[in-house]
């Protein structure tokens, strides 16, 4: 089931996020201080691809909320905010509900990725 929900979840915004992430980590991985943070980003793409079947877990501490203040203010809003808008519309149907609900797990994630773990169900 999961496999359908993935395939059908790139016609309905997850290419668009996933590639959000790519890019996101390509432009951090530009200098050697932010290959860490880029290389999370690549890690946070391929949840953005194929978000059913995982669950994001989230642990971390100081150097991880720093890191996500950091992120907040550099990349973290915009791509909360494409995908809560594709969230938004998706849920505007029934069908659309469940893939809604997974662009509001990454919308989550895109504000705080550093110390959350992606975990198979």
């Keep these: 089931m999961s496999l359908l929900g993935n395939l059908l979840w790139l016609i309905c915004g997850g290419l668009v996020s996933g590639i959000g992430w790519l890019a ?16 999370q980003c690549l890690k946070l793409a391929r949840l953005s691809f194929v978000p059913f ?3 994001v877990v989230y642990e971390g501490g100081a150097v991880s909320f720093l890191v996500n203040v950091i992120w907040f203010l550099v990349s973290g809003i915009e791509l909360a905010l494409v995908n809560f808008i594709f969230g938004v519309l998706l849920c505007a149907t029934v069908i659309g509900l469940p893939f809604g609900m997974q662009c509001f797990k990454i919308a989550k994630l895109a504000l705080a990725p550093f110390g959350a773990q992606v975990e198979r169900k």
């Design 24 to 39: 996101a980590g390509a432009l951090w991985c530009v200098t050697v201080a932010g290959i860490p943070i880029g290389m």
């Design 53 to 55: 079947g995982k669950e």
